[in-house]
Protein backbone atom coordinates (compact mmCIF):
# COMPACT_ATOMS: atom_id res chain seq x y z
CA UNK A 1 0.00 0.00 0.00
CA UNK A 2 1.80 3.62 -1.10
CA UNK A 3 1.87 5.74 2.10
CA UNK A 4 -0.04 8.73 2.27
CA UNK A 5 1.42 12.15 0.70
CA UNK A 6 -0.27 14.02 3.03
CA UNK A 7 -1.56 14.60 6.71
CA UNK A 8 -4.96 16.69 7.32
CA UNK A 9 -4.55 17.94 11.27
CA UNK A 10 -6.37 21.27 12.98
CA UNK A 11 -4.03 24.61 12.77
CA UNK A 12 -3.46 26.33 16.10
CA UNK A 13 -2.26 29.99 16.79
CA UNK A 14 1.57 28.43 16.54
CA UNK A 15 0.70 27.90 12.72
CA UNK A 16 -0.09 31.74 12.24
CA UNK A 17 3.10 32.17 9.65
CA UNK A 18 2.38 28.89 7.43
CA UNK A 19 -1.39 30.08 7.78
CA UNK A 20 -0.44 33.61 6.71
CA UNK A 21 1.79 32.21 3.50
CA UNK A 22 -1.75 29.91 2.44
CA UNK A 23 -4.02 32.82 2.79
CA UNK A 24 -2.08 34.92 0.47
CA UNK A 25 -1.49 31.98 -1.64
CA UNK A 26 -5.37 31.61 -2.21
CA UNK A 27 -6.11 35.40 -2.12
CA UNK A 28 -3.47 35.85 -5.23
CA UNK A 29 -5.24 32.64 -6.88
CA UNK A 30 -9.05 32.77 -6.88
CA UNK A 31 -9.69 36.59 -5.35
CA UNK A 32 -13.63 36.17 -5.69
CA UNK A 33 -13.46 33.40 -3.51
CA UNK A 34 -13.28 35.36 -0.47
CA UNK A 35 -14.01 38.35 1.49
CA UNK A 36 -10.62 39.88 1.59
CA UNK A 37 -8.47 41.45 -0.80
CA UNK A 38 -4.29 40.56 -0.69
CA UNK A 39 -3.62 44.10 0.06
CA UNK A 40 -5.88 43.92 3.25
CA UNK A 41 -4.17 40.39 3.90
CA UNK A 42 -0.77 41.31 3.25
CA UNK A 43 -0.96 44.52 5.68
CA UNK A 44 -1.82 42.23 8.77
CA UNK A 45 0.74 42.28 11.17
CA UNK A 46 2.11 38.90 13.57
CA UNK A 47 -0.27 39.88 15.90
CA UNK A 48 -3.18 40.23 13.99
CA UNK A 49 -2.12 36.95 12.19
CA UNK A 50 -2.28 35.04 15.46
CA UNK A 51 -5.59 36.43 16.62
CA UNK A 52 -6.68 34.83 13.08
CA UNK A 53 -5.29 31.48 13.75
CA UNK A 54 -6.59 31.60 17.51
CA UNK A 55 -9.85 32.09 16.65
CA UNK A 56 -10.72 28.63 14.61
CA UNK A 57 -8.34 27.01 17.12
CA UNK A 58 -10.88 27.21 20.09
CA UNK A 59 -14.19 24.91 20.34
CA UNK A 60 -16.71 27.37 18.43
CA UNK A 61 -14.58 26.53 15.29
CA UNK A 62 -12.25 24.54 13.15
CA UNK A 63 -9.78 24.63 10.40
CA UNK A 64 -7.62 22.13 9.30
CA UNK A 65 -4.59 22.12 7.21
CA UNK A 66 -2.92 19.78 4.11
CA UNK A 67 0.15 19.46 4.77
CA UNK A 68 2.49 17.34 2.22
CA UNK A 69 4.61 14.30 4.45
CA UNK A 70 6.57 12.89 1.83
CA UNK A 71 9.00 13.88 -0.42
CA UNK A 72 11.41 17.31 -1.05
CA UNK A 73 8.15 19.26 -1.05
CA UNK A 74 7.29 17.67 2.80
CA UNK A 75 6.07 20.51 5.19
CA UNK A 76 4.16 22.54 2.52
CA UNK A 77 0.77 23.57 3.02
CA UNK A 78 -1.52 22.31 0.06
CA UNK A 79 -5.04 23.08 1.12
CA UNK A 80 -7.15 24.23 3.85
CA UNK A 81 -10.69 24.47 4.88
CA UNK A 82 -12.60 25.86 8.23
CA UNK A 83 -16.20 25.98 9.70
CA UNK A 84 -17.43 28.24 12.09
CA UNK A 85 -20.68 27.92 13.78
CA UNK A 86 -22.65 31.09 13.38
CA UNK A 87 -25.31 32.64 16.30
CA UNK A 88 -28.66 30.85 15.32
CA UNK A 89 -27.92 28.54 12.58
CA UNK A 90 -29.28 24.94 12.65
CA UNK A 91 -25.68 23.91 11.94
CA UNK A 92 -21.67 24.78 10.90
CA UNK A 93 -20.81 27.02 7.89
CA UNK A 94 -17.92 26.26 5.74
CA UNK A 95 -15.53 28.68 4.94
CA UNK A 96 -12.00 29.80 3.57
CA UNK A 97 -12.09 26.80 1.01
CA UNK A 98 -8.38 26.33 -0.94
CA UNK A 99 -6.42 23.45 -2.15
CA UNK A 100 -3.27 24.30 -4.37
CA UNK A 101 -3.95 24.04 -7.58
CA UNK A 102 -1.33 20.96 -8.21
CA UNK A 103 -3.01 19.23 -5.33
CA UNK A 104 -6.71 19.60 -7.18
CA UNK A 105 -8.56 16.95 -8.40
CA UNK A 106 -10.23 13.91 -6.69
CA UNK A 107 -7.18 11.95 -7.40
CA UNK A 108 -4.49 13.32 -5.02
CA UNK A 109 -7.61 13.30 -2.69
CA UNK A 110 -6.47 16.58 -1.04
CA UNK A 111 -10.10 18.64 -1.24
CA UNK A 112 -11.72 15.13 -0.33
CA UNK A 113 -9.92 14.58 2.93
CA UNK A 114 -10.54 18.53 3.57
CA UNK A 115 -13.79 18.46 3.38
CA UNK A 116 -14.33 14.84 5.28
CA UNK A 117 -12.82 16.55 8.31
CA UNK A 118 -14.87 19.54 8.25
CA UNK A 119 -18.03 17.44 7.46
CA UNK A 120 -16.88 15.08 10.50
CA UNK A 121 -16.66 18.41 13.00
CA UNK A 122 -19.68 20.35 11.52
CA UNK A 123 -21.92 16.56 12.67
CA UNK A 124 -20.89 17.06 15.96
CA UNK A 125 -22.27 20.43 15.78
CA UNK A 126 -25.73 20.84 13.99
CA UNK A 127 -27.75 18.24 11.33
CA UNK A 128 -26.53 20.67 8.13
CA UNK A 129 -23.61 22.22 6.56
CA UNK A 130 -23.62 25.31 4.75
CA UNK A 131 -21.75 27.77 2.17
CA UNK A 132 -21.95 30.38 0.28
CA UNK A 133 -19.75 29.91 -3.00
CA UNK A 134 -19.50 32.71 -5.72
CA UNK A 135 -21.15 32.23 -8.60
CA UNK A 136 -17.83 32.35 -11.08
CA UNK A 137 -16.42 29.66 -8.99
CA UNK A 138 -17.17 26.51 -11.61
CA UNK A 139 -15.33 24.25 -9.92
CA UNK A 140 -16.01 24.70 -6.66
CA UNK A 141 -19.43 24.54 -7.47
CA UNK A 142 -18.61 21.05 -9.16
CA UNK A 143 -16.72 19.80 -5.91
CA UNK A 144 -19.92 20.58 -3.56
CA UNK A 145 -22.41 19.18 -5.97
CA UNK A 146 -20.10 15.91 -5.97
CA UNK A 147 -19.80 15.89 -2.37
CA UNK A 148 -23.83 15.95 -1.64
CA UNK A 149 -24.23 20.12 -1.61
CA UNK A 150 -27.57 21.28 -2.90
CA UNK A 151 -28.42 25.16 -3.78
CA UNK A 152 -30.69 26.31 -1.56
CA UNK A 153 -32.11 29.09 -3.64
CA UNK A 154 -30.86 31.89 -1.21
CA UNK A 155 -28.49 34.01 -3.04
CA UNK A 156 -26.93 37.40 -1.39
CA UNK A 157 -24.24 39.86 -3.51
CA UNK A 158 -20.57 39.34 -3.29
CA UNK A 159 -19.52 41.47 -0.55
CA UNK A 160 -16.25 42.55 -2.41
CA UNK A 161 -18.46 43.45 -5.76
CA UNK A 162 -21.89 43.34 -5.08
CA UNK A 163 -22.91 43.16 -8.73
CA UNK A 164 -21.91 39.60 -8.44
CA UNK A 165 -23.63 36.95 -6.22
CA UNK A 166 -22.52 34.46 -3.88
CA UNK A 167 -24.61 31.49 -3.94
CA UNK A 168 -26.01 29.53 -0.60
CA UNK A 169 -25.72 25.91 -0.66
CA UNK A 170 -26.22 23.26 1.77
CA UNK A 171 -25.87 19.45 2.97
CA UNK A 172 -27.47 17.35 5.33
CA UNK A 173 -25.15 15.41 7.78
CA UNK A 174 -27.81 12.90 9.32
CA UNK A 175 -28.02 9.51 7.59
CA UNK A 176 -32.32 10.08 7.86
CA UNK A 177 -32.02 13.74 5.64
CA UNK A 178 -29.53 12.17 3.41
CA UNK A 179 -31.72 9.42 2.27
CA UNK A 180 -30.43 6.43 4.20
CA UNK A 181 -27.57 5.20 6.57
CA UNK A 182 -23.95 5.74 6.10
CA UNK A 183 -20.59 6.70 8.52
CA UNK A 184 -20.35 10.18 9.37
CA UNK A 185 -18.55 12.35 7.58
CA UNK A 186 -18.32 9.71 5.12
CA UNK A 187 -19.49 11.82 2.44
CA UNK A 188 -21.62 10.85 -1.07
CA UNK A 189 -18.74 9.44 -2.84
C1 LIG B 1 -12.80 24.36 -4.59
C2 LIG B 1 -11.67 23.35 -4.62
C3 LIG B 1 -11.16 23.13 -3.19
C4 LIG B 1 -12.25 22.02 -5.12
O1 LIG B 1 -11.25 21.07 -5.07
P1 LIG B 1 -10.89 20.20 -6.38
O2 LIG B 1 -9.86 19.25 -5.94
O3 LIG B 1 -10.61 21.13 -7.50
O4 LIG B 1 -12.29 19.46 -6.61
P2 LIG B 1 -12.69 18.38 -7.72
O5 LIG B 1 -11.54 18.12 -8.62
O6 LIG B 1 -13.35 17.25 -7.07
O7 LIG B 1 -13.85 19.15 -8.47
C5 LIG B 1 -13.65 20.17 -9.34
C6 LIG B 1 -14.63 20.01 -10.48
O8 LIG B 1 -14.57 21.18 -11.26
C7 LIG B 1 -14.07 20.83 -12.54
N1 LIG B 1 -13.20 21.94 -12.91
C8 LIG B 1 -11.92 22.14 -12.57
N2 LIG B 1 -11.48 23.30 -13.08
C9 LIG B 1 -12.53 23.83 -13.74
C10 LIG B 1 -12.73 25.02 -14.50
N3 LIG B 1 -11.75 25.92 -14.66
N4 LIG B 1 -13.95 25.25 -15.04
C11 LIG B 1 -14.94 24.36 -14.89
N5 LIG B 1 -14.82 23.22 -14.19
C12 LIG B 1 -13.62 22.96 -13.62
C13 LIG B 1 -13.41 19.51 -12.40
O9 LIG B 1 -13.39 18.81 -13.63
C14 LIG B 1 -14.31 18.87 -11.39
O10 LIG B 1 -15.55 18.51 -11.99
P3 LIG B 1 -16.01 16.96 -12.22
O11 LIG B 1 -15.94 16.32 -10.86
O12 LIG B 1 -17.39 17.06 -12.74
O13 LIG B 1 -15.00 16.43 -13.18
C15 LIG B 1 -10.50 23.81 -5.54
O14 LIG B 1 -10.92 23.79 -6.88
C16 LIG B 1 -10.00 25.20 -5.19
O15 LIG B 1 -9.26 25.37 -4.23
N6 LIG B 1 -10.40 26.21 -5.98
C17 LIG B 1 -9.94 27.60 -5.76
C18 LIG B 1 -10.56 28.23 -4.53
C19 LIG B 1 -12.07 28.18 -4.51
O16 LIG B 1 -12.75 28.31 -5.52
N7 LIG B 1 -12.61 28.02 -3.29
C20 LIG B 1 -14.04 27.90 -3.08
C21 LIG B 1 -14.53 28.94 -2.16
S1 LIG B 1 -16.30 28.80 -1.89
Known sequence: MTAALFEVRRTTEQDWAEIRALRLEMLADTPHAYLETVADAAARDESGWRRRAARTAGPGAISLAAILTDGAEAGRWVGTMAAILPVGAAGARLVGVYVSPGWRGATSGVSDALLDGIEEWAGLHGDVLTLEVH???TAARRFYKRRGFEETGAVQPY???????ELEMAKPL???QAGGPR????GSR
Open 183 to 186: LLGG
Open 174 to 176: RAE
Open 159 to 165: PLNPKQL
Open 135 to 137: QDS
